[in-house]
Nanobody, 121 residues
Framework: QVQLVESGGGLVQAGGSLRLSCAASGSIFMLNAMGWYRQAPGKQRELVATITSGGSTNYADSVKGRFTISRDNAKNTVYLQMNSLKPEDTAVYYC???????????????WGQGTQVTVSS
């Protein structure tokens, strides 16, 4: 089994910062891209940022220049540093990982349980 456990969400005032962490554990043969997605009430889940195993990053236009994604491959952990937060960043943030659980199995898409981020105005 594979588990993705997120932490670091919370309530912050506009302009503040938060750092999210997501640790992958369990049966992991190879960890490929990892990323963060978010879903606000009444809206579809959307991509926030992704990072490949080699460190290449991709960001949603709405967070460019404010959020930074990084990873520690030794710890199978991905981070999201969120600065200059805005009320519109309020959402449940989900960690995602594309990985091979076993050498002979196809890659799979795994999700964390989500962590709430609330930005007050």
């Amino acid at each position: 089994q594979v588990q993705l456990v997120e932490s670091g969400g919370g309530l912050v005032q506009a302009g503040g910062s938060l750092r999210l962490s997501c640790a992958a554990s369990g049966s992991i043969f190879m960890l490929n891209a990892m990323g963060w997605y978010r879903q606000a009430p009444g809206k579809q889940r959307e991509l926030v940022a992704t990072i490949t195993s080699g460190g290449s990053t991709n960001y949603a236009d709405s967070v460019k220049g404010r959020f930074t994604i990084s990873r520690d491959n030794a710890k199978n952990t991905v981070y999201l540093q969120m600065n200059s937060l805005k009320p519109e960043d309020t959402a449940v943030y989900y960690c995602n990982a594309d990985l091979y659980p076993h050498p002979r199995s196809p890659p799979g898409d795994y999700w964390g349980q989500g962590t709430q981020v609330t930005v007050s105005s």
